[in-house]
């Protein structure tokens, strides 16, 4: 299976029109877009490029995609929110959790931050695939590289679960791969020119990824 991640879009033109061309050219099966996907208003537009293209696009939301536009989702028929939600495509499961709360040199998914945790918990095992915005606290999180930022209840998560593959972004200059034991971690930021993260999954293997 191939995947396509992205994140940190924020209604960029020229980052959707990079995304459009990505997706005509390797032709993934699904496409995992990890938060910030608008800049706080007008959605309509960016969700109307998401789901024209040719693969199904499955999205959390991040510090700058607002709680309103979770019905957004249910507008287009290509777009899915993995937000507390479990999706199975060619076998593999992907589950997501929306939203982030920047802080200074560290990262909260919400205020009632263990709450929503014990939600997602139930949904993630070794073979998924799973989806958030802020990366978790001491991997592909650094700011200016000197600072760690990302969420210290992802992490815990992550060291409780042992998800297949974390797929995250937030921290634009953290762009990259890493591992977090059996968990490979992916943050598919979109800074500068860049345009993502291809990552082929095969059954039982290690994921193959590529800076596209």
Request: a neutral charge.
């Amino acid at each position: 299976m191939l995947i396509y991640a992205v994140a940190d879009i924020h209604a960029d033109p020229e980052r959707l029109r990079r995304i459009r061309d990505v997706v005509s050219a390797h032709k993934p099966d699904a496409m995992v877009v990890a938060g910030d996907m608008i800049n706080y208003i007008r959605p309509g537009k960016t969700f109307n490029i998401l789901n024209g293209l040719s693969v199904p696009v499955l999205a959390v939301r991040g510090n700058s995609d607002p709680l309103y536009i979770e019905k957004y989702f249910h507008q287009f028929t290509n777009l899915t929110s993995l937000h507390l939600n479990q999706v199975t495509i060619q076998s593999t499961p992907f589950a997501g959790l929306s939203g982030t709360i920047p802080l200074p040199f560290r990262n909260r998914v919400c205020f009632r931050e263990q709450n929503l945790m014990n939600k997602v918990y139930p949904l993630i095992d070794s073979q998924t695939v799973f989806v958030v915005h802020a990366p978790p606290w001491g991997v592909l999180d650094q700011v200016m590289g000197r600072f760690h930022s990302g969420s210290k209840m992802v992490r815990h998560l992550v060291n409780k679960t042992h998800p297949r593959l974390l797929i995250c972004g937030h921290i634009h200059e953290a762009a990259g791969i890493s591992e977090i034991g059996e968990t490979t971690v992916v943050n598919c930021s979109l800074p500068g020119t860049g345009q993502g993260m291809m990552i082929e999954l095969e059954d039982g293997g290690k994921p193959v990824i590529e800076m596209v």
